[in-house]
Every structure is written in C-alpha cells, then in structure tokens.
C-alpha cells in the first residue's frame, strides 16, 4: 500500500508556484500530474486564458458524487521588500509554512486533493469523487468555477453535493463553516453638473451636494434587520470624488460608489431597482442628471441545514474538538456558483493572514485539515 500523501509538502509545492491570477504558475499542472497518477480522470476546462482543472475518480453520472472545490490562484504580493521570507519559497519556520497562497487557499487544496487520493486508494468507495479546481477565484471569476460548471453541464458530469475548501474559521480551528453567503452588489453614481468659478455659483450648477445628498439617502436607509440565518444587510460608502485640484472651481462632474453586502431579503435586481430610484429622485430635486452603473458579484444563497452540514459538523468536531458554527457571515466566494449545480458547503482553515504581507499557515492545521476531510470522505459513503 502506498504511502499517505502529505498535504504540507503538497501545500510546499503549490506555494512555490508562482500563480498570481490569471497565471497558471504550474500549480495545475502539478495537481494534474498527481491525480492522473492516482487514477483520477483528469480534464482542462480552460476558458478566457484561465486555466481549470477537473479530476473525477468513479464512474461519470453516479448517484453519489461528493465535489471538493478551490482554487490555486493567488492576489499579487506587493512589496516584496515589505516580506520577511520570499513570497514563493514555502518556508517552514517557527511550525508555519509561509508564503502568498499558504492560507487562501493552496493549503485547502492540497489538503483535500491529498484526503481523496488516499481515501480512493485505500477504500474505493461505491460513488464517485470530483476534485474542482480554478485559476481565477481571486479576479473576477468569470471563467474560472463557472467555466468548470458549464463544461460539467454539458458533458452531463455532475455532483450531488460539494464542499468548498476556503478559510473559514475566523480564529480557532473548527469554529466555523460556512452554509451561505451574502450577495455583494457595487454601484457607481456619476452626478453630472455644470463647471464655473466658485465666485459666481448661479452660473454653475453644483453636482457635488447632489451626490452627497444620495450617498445619505442611501447610507440612512435600512435595509433590513437580518433574517434567520443572516445579519442585517450593509451598505458601505466608499469613495466619493470630484478629481478637482483647484479651489476656485466648481466640477462639473461628482463619482461616489457603494458596496451593499446583502441577505436572502434582498435581490440583486430588487436593490438595482431601489439605487435607481434613489438616484432618480435626488436627480429631480437638483435638476441633475444622475448616472448609475450596477454590477451584482453573486446573489444571497443559503444552503438549508440538513444531512449534509450536519455530517461535516461531525467530522470537524471529531477532528478537533469544535462544534462548527453554521454562519453566512465574510465575503462572497466561489460557492455562490456552485449554490445553482447542488448544495454546498464550505470549511476550511483559519484565515487570519489571507491577502497580507508574511501570509502563512500553522503547518499542523494543514495535517488536520486532511483529517477533516478524509472523514468527510468516509462518512458520506459509509
């Protein structure tokens, strides 16, 4: 029988390439090469230069088919001076592995890549196994897990169940998994004016307290006061600008956007609807014309607790001693594609570091992690 493949050596590998989205950086490669040699039926779902992996172990269309989903892609470095280790070296120091991708997420990867191939190699299960994983989580995931998506759907593969692999523990090992998530939507307002010297207002007219106007409206509002399963919807103001160096000048132009972080009250079309109306009620009072621009990154979705949640809460606290909080909470992820394919749901590792300088993970919490999910594993085709 083989040897356990070890996911904090894998996690090493993958760290070591260089995969700053859109680039492939050889980490697929590398899961491919490995999977392929493990029995896994391996495919490229590539779409827009975006590099995609699908590995299936079983037969295709089986009635139990349990996915894992990631991605290998990694946000740039920035200053690399400001890093104590190299951001790609996959050091291990002081019990941590370090290095950009270490937390968000190649150890998540690597630990259930590693989980399935022991798992399938020891007790083949009656089912099948699909490993999805996407070079563009980090960006805007246009060709990445939906790409994977559409291909499965049209060569008739498919899961019944998935779970994510993204940290989603805030501080402790197993305190949290993720059953939803909160849709995001960003608008941008452009309140357009008329330029003249801020000596002679009459002859201009001011866009500026227009958006200001809007951006209280619309901050002032709330949407609503959380639901079973969700905290109260938010809406952020976060920039507002005229790109005017001069004093004497009034702009002719004013932007300001928001971000609206939403629950299953809401809809990216409901609120769409909600912006516009705003911005065409404060356009009639300043006699303005108000432009607006929505783009919706993901809907609100819940994953109903039941039978499936239930077992991954099993197998956390069996690992570690903690009973998982079933929470919507955090930014948006990749599960929201896979909401429409079959329920889903997300653990993963403890994401303080995720996005900083000196990223790294606890080495033993990667090892754990295997554990998890190869209970998981056992527990779903038991």
């Avoid at 990694?74 to 019990?95: H, K, L, N, Y």
């Avoid at 299960?125 to 998506?149: F, K, N, S, W």
């Avoid at 309140?191 to 001011?206: D, F, I």
Wanted: net charge negative; aromatic share 6%.
């Amino acid at each position: 029988m083989s040897q356990p493949l070890d996911p904090v050596d894998l996690t090493a590998r993958l760290v070591r390439c260089p995969s700053v989205t859109p680039e492939e950086g050889g980490a697929l490669r590398l899961l491919e090469e490995m999977l392929t040699g493990a029995g896994f039926t391996c495919h490229r779902a590539d779409r827009g230069g975006i590099s995609n992996l699908f590995a299936r172990w079983g037969d295709k269309g089986h009635a139990r088919t349990l996915g894992f989903n990631g991605h290998t892609d990694v946000v740039p470095v920035g200053d690399t001076a400001a890093w104590s280790v190299d951001p790609f070296g996959a050091e291990i120091r002081d019990g941590k592995l370090w290095g950009r991708g270490a937390t968000d997420m190649k150890s998540g990867v690597a630990a259930f890549a590693a989980a399935a191939v022991d798992f399938v190699t020891r007790t083949p299960p009656d089912g099948a196994v699909v490993l999805a994983i996407t070079g563009d989580e980090e960006a805007d995931a246009t060709d990445g897990t939906r790409a994977l998506l559409d291909w499965m759907d049209s060569t008739g593969e498919a899961m019944t169940h998935c779970l994510v692999g993204e940290p989603t523990c805030p501080e402790v090992m197993g305190e949290m998994m993720k059953i939803g998530r909160r849709g995001s939507l960003t608008a941008k307002f452009t309140a357009n004016g008329v330029q003249g010297h801020s000596a002679y207002p009459h002859r201009a007219n001011n866009p500026i307290p227009a958006l200001v106007r809007l951006m209280d409206r619309l901050s002032g509002h709330e949407l609503d006061t959380g639901t079973d399963h969700f905290d109260p919807s938010t809406l952020a103001v976060v920039t507002i600008d005229t790109g005017n160096p001069a004093t004497n000048v009034i702009p002719a132009a004013c932007r300001a956007t928001v971000n609206i972080r939403f629950n299953d009250t809401h809809s990216g079309d409901s609120l769409t609807r909600w912006l516009q109306r705003e911005a065409q009620e404060v356009s009639r009072l300043f006699d303005l014309p108000i432009d607006v621009e929505i783009k919706v990154s993901g809907e609100a979705f819940l994953t109903p607790p039941g039978a499936f949640s239930e077992l991954v809460a099993r197998a956390v606290a069996a690992e570690t001693g903690v009973t998982p909080v079933a929470s919507t909470s955090g930014g948006t992820s990749d599960a929201r594609f896979v909401k429409d394919h079959c329920p889903v749901v997300e653990f993963g590792l403890v994401g303080q570091t995720m996005h900083q300088v000196d990223e790294h993970v606890v080495v033993d919490q990667i090892t754990q992690l295997k554990a998890i999910y190869g209970r998981i594993l056992a527990d779903y085709f038991a």
